[in-house]
Nanobody, 130 residues
Framework: QVQAVESGGGLVQAGGSLRLSCAASGPPFSILSMGWWRQAPGKEREFVAA????????FYADSVKGRFTISRDKGKNTIYLQMNSLEIEDTAVYYC???????????????????????WGQGTQVTVSS
């Protein structure tokens, strides 16, 4: 069983920055690929970014590419989402998501598939104001 706990959300003006954190526990962190998803009011949950278990590969939704950066800190069992140049459209609840460590590897073809992710955090609110 994997537990994921997000932190770092808040209110920020458009053009500003925030950094989200997700601490994972359960299986060894070193074998966990992890990702970020978000859900805006009235919209479906959508993929934002993901990073493989070894940190060698990262994936981003087109809408955040060049503005957001996902990273991981093995020593702290934590992944981060650095969000720069925030836009009003980035307003959403952001969720940390973890695929089963025994499932398929993250690839460009499956990384944005909701069903790939077995464990979810409780979410953290990000609000971008004008």
């Amino acid at each position: 069983q994997v537990q994921a706990v997000e932190s770092g959300g808040g209110l920020v003006q458009a053009g500003g920055s925030l950094r989200l954190s997700c601490a994972a526990s359960g299986p060894p962190f070193s074998i966990l690929s992890m990702g970020w998803w978000r859900q805006a009011p009235g919209k479906e949950r959508e993929f934002v970014a993901a990073i493989t278990w070894n940190g060698d590969n990262t994936f981003y939704a087109d809408s955040v590419k060049g503005r957001f950066t996902i990273s991981r800190d093995k020593g702290k069992n934590t992944i981060y989402l650095q969000m720069n140049s925030l836009e009003i459209e980035d307003t959403a609840v952001y969720y940390c998501a973890v695929p089963s460590p025994h499932g398929p590897a993250l690839t460009f073809s499956n990384v944005a598939s909701f069903n790939l992710y077995d464990y979810w955090g409780q979410g953290t609110q990000v609000t971008v104001s004008s």
